[in-house]
Nanobody, 115 residues
């Protein structure tokens, strides 16, 4: 199983982007899908996660600005990013955790927010 992320790009501060990440195969019915990010010179950090049951968790820095959703039929997770700030600039990685795939990472998509 592979994760294919898309939707990154360059946006001005205050703008919006929507990231998508689709799994190529079965990831199991009980799983957590999420997004992490890594800015230059910084460690990778959790941005948002969503369980197969729809429970969500967000980093404090993105609460109120980002939303996460999923389409279980398509094994796809989305990250809607609004009111983007320059400090949101990072490579964003999608992730799936389940008994079927273990801990699986996508290839990363670059989000650049200009001031």
């Amino acid at each position: 199983v592979q994760l294919q992320a898309s939707g990154g790009g360059l946006v001005q501060a205050g703008g919006s982007l929507r990231l998508s990440c689709a799994a190529s195969g079965s990831i199991g019915s009980n799983n957590i899908m999420g997004w992490f990010r890594q800015a230059p010179g910084k460690e990778r950090e959790m941005v948002a996660t969503i369980t197969s049951g729809g429970n969500t968790n967000f980093a404090d820095s993105v609460k109120g600005r980002f939303t996460i959703s999923r389409d279980n039929a398509k094994n796809t997770v989305y990250l809607q990013m609004n009111s983007l700030k320059p400090e949101d600039t990072a490579v964003y990685y999608c992730n799936v955790k389940s008994a079927v795939v273990g801990w699986l990472w996508g290839q990363g998509t670059l989000v650049t927010v200009s001031s």
